[in-house]
Structures are given as C-alpha cells and as structure tokens.
C-alpha cells in the first residue's frame, strides 16, 4: 500500500509540475554584447546585469521565460526588425524604432523619464585630463563636446547628434573608442558614467581619463517587443506593468543593486 501511495503521489507531482511549466511561455530577447555595466554585460558568456534581473522578474510574473542571445547591436536591432527575435532587452526610444518594436505609452516624450522604463541611463563625456577646462565648469550642450565625438554605431545618440548636423565618429566595440581617445589625445567619448567608470581605472587609462560631472543626455531604456515576434501588444503591456512593479519594489532591487 504504501508504495502505491507513494507512486500516487509522485505522478501528482510530476502531473501538476508538468501543467505548471505548459503555462510558461518561452521568448527570445537579444542584447547588445557590448560591456554596459552595471545594465546588460556579459560574464562566462551569460548574459547578467541589473536590467536581465529587472526583466526576468517582470516575465516570471506574467508567465513568460526569456533566452538571450547576446549579439553586436546592429544585428540585435535587425534581429527583432524581422522577427528573428521576440524583443530586445533593453532599447531606448527612436522614432525609427518605432516602425517594427512595440514600445510603452508616450516613449516618444524623451525629455521625461518614463514610469514604463526598466531603468534611466544618463550619458557623460568623457575627454583626456588636459582638455577639461570648457565643458566641465557649465551645463554642456552637444555643441560643446570636444570633436571628434566618439560614439558606438546604431545607438541612439547618433540619431540626435546627427539631427543637429554635428558629425560623429562612430564605432563597433567600446573599448576602440578609448583607445582613440588615449592614443590621439583629442576629442572625446560619450558614454555610461558606469562603463566610463570602469575604463578609467583600468590600467592602460589610470590617471589619463576626465569624465565630466554633469550627464550630456538621459534616456529611458525599455524591454521592447518585435512587431514580428510572439508577444501581442496586449500581453506587452501587461508585461511592462510588471516592470514598473518589480523596478518600484523597495524590497527587491537594493539587494540587486548591491551585486553590482
């Protein structure tokens, strides 16, 4: 008797376990496979970082279990483009964007932080020690960015220095923009306080690194879904208030914060 109970009730377990995990619904985001530490970077070839917690919480809570796939950032963006990938975790807002991702309510007002964003990432200039004495002593303006203006190719950014008809130089991977920087002595980087953070001290830039004190641009980043892949609108914006749940939760993202 007992061994037949026992069976019982492990068949229960696996039959409920079973229906349980049925519900799930698997998608598949992709990220930019640049280091943007303290947000998306990848480490032993996982992709982590405080946006993948925020965003994995969010979907546990609405069914859904994410794959990422990390990949250089143009690909990412033509990926979810043509349905290759269910959304990209995490994009800013660019009109442009907008013609094949579903985005959150009034993204386009970008001069406001957005209540459906998965974080803010505010934007510094970074140029050598020497050549500080303009731009950090007042509010800077793209104007007054020492050229030649070093950014990574397809963000945003780009858009919006090119909409002011002030060229940049445009770069693949992060690390290249520094080492421009370092070996012409000149002009400047635009990027994360964390990222320039972390290259200012290592080695190769210790000492030789100036990030200016006030943020050049703030932009909210989203968890965007592929007008091409399986997320509806509808389930998109369930999706995104659990998003502002779990980024609100005074509980939770301290301790997540303190991993980084």
């Not at 990574?152 to 220095?161: H, I, K, P, Q, T």
């Not at 953070?197 to 990030?211: C, E, R, T």
């Not at 399986?230 to 502002?244: N, P």
């Amino acid at each position: 008797m007992l061994k037949k109970a026992i069976c019982f009730f492990v068949w229960l377990f696996i039959f409920f376990n079973n229906a349980v995990w049925a519900e799930v619904k698997k998608i598949v985001l992709c990220t930019d496979n640049n280091f943007w530490y303290p947000f998306t970077y990848l480490k032993n070839d996982i992709v982590q970082g405080l946006h993948i917690d925020i965003v994995n919480q969010a979907l546990i809570m609405q069914d859904y279990v994410a794959e990422y796939k990390p990949m250089p950032w143009a690909t990412c963006q033509d990926a979810a483009r043509f349905g290759a990938v269910d959304g990209i975790a995490t994009i800013s807002y660019d009109p442009s964007r907008e013609t094949y991702l579903f985005f959150p309510e009034k993204s386009d007002n970008t001069a406001k932080k957005s209540p459906w964003r998965v974080s803010q990432a505010d934007y510094f200039v970074v140029t050598i020690r020497e050549n500080t004495k303009y731009l950090s002593h007042q509010n800077p303006t793209f104007r007054h960015v020492p050229a030649p203006i070093r950014l990574l190719s397809s963000y945003a950014l780009v858009n919006d220095f090119q909409q002011q008809d002030i060229y940049v130089e445009q770069f693949m991977e992060n690390q290249e923009r520094y080492d421009k920087l370092v070996s012409e002595r000149s002009g400047s980087v635009i990027d994360l306080a964390e990222t320039a953070f972390y290259y200012s001290n290592k080695k190769q830039y210790q000492n030789q690194l100036f990030i200016h004190p006030k943020p050049i641009d703030s932009k909210s980043y989203y968890l965007a879904f592929s007008k091409k892949g399986r997320v509806s609108l509808e389930d998109a914006r369930e999706i995104w208030k659990s998003i502002v749940q779990v980024r609100t939760d005074k509980s939770v993202l301290p301790e997540w914060l303190d991993k980084y």
